[in-house]
């Protein structure tokens, strides 16, 4: 049985999705208006080297074709030097984002406040997914509350298949 639970989005289907700058593994800065014309699947994460996270990367890199032209990134908080060693040992087929302050998952909705474990986190990515399609409008949305859930792959490509 699923504990999924979904938060509201900060951005919604057929909306504009907001523009953004973030670094990738190697240090070169990733935006997303650079990909207007192709379809994006922005993949937010808690954290690199996790359980879940590194199955939910690991399930779209070793499927990265069935995303057809899409650029699939994934952003989590992690330093682009811990992404670079995780998608390094993982051979991930995908590129990662550093979002180190956490400012593109709050803007997109996708942000613990001060309730990730009890610790009271607050600079954590939620598990999340958006398609964006190539004119930049969010054809797709999934934001869950619960880390442990995986977003639902299917709809994604789905989604993808229908642009």
Not at 15 to 35: I, Q
Not at 49 to 69: H, Q
Not at 101 to 121: H, I, Q, R
């Amino acid at each position: 049985m699923s504990t999924e639970t979904q938060s509201a989005p900060s951005v919604a289907v057929g909306e504009t999705a907001p523009d953004f700058e973030l670094y990738s593994t190697d240090m070169e800065p990733w935006r997303l208006s650079d990909h207007r014309g192709h379809p994006v699947v922005l993949l937010f994460f808690p954290g690199a080297f996790t359980s879940v996270c590194t199955d939910e990367l690991n399930t779209i890199s070793n499927d990265i074709d069935a995303y057809g032209n899409a650029a699939v990134v994934g952003a989590s908080t992690d330093s682009p030097f811990v992404l670079e060693e995780f998608a390094k040992v993982h051979e991930l087929d995908l590129t990662l984002l550093s979002d180190h302050n956490a400012e593109v998952a709050g803007l997109y909705g996708a942000k613990y406040d001060n309730d990730f474990t009890p610790m009271k986190l607050d600079r954590i990515a939620k598990r999340a997914a958006f398609v964006i399609d190539g004119n930049g409008v969010v054809q797709y949305t999934e934001v869950l509350d619960n880390a442990g859930d995986q977003p639902d792959f299917d709809a994604i490509k789905e989604t993808l298949s229908d642009l």
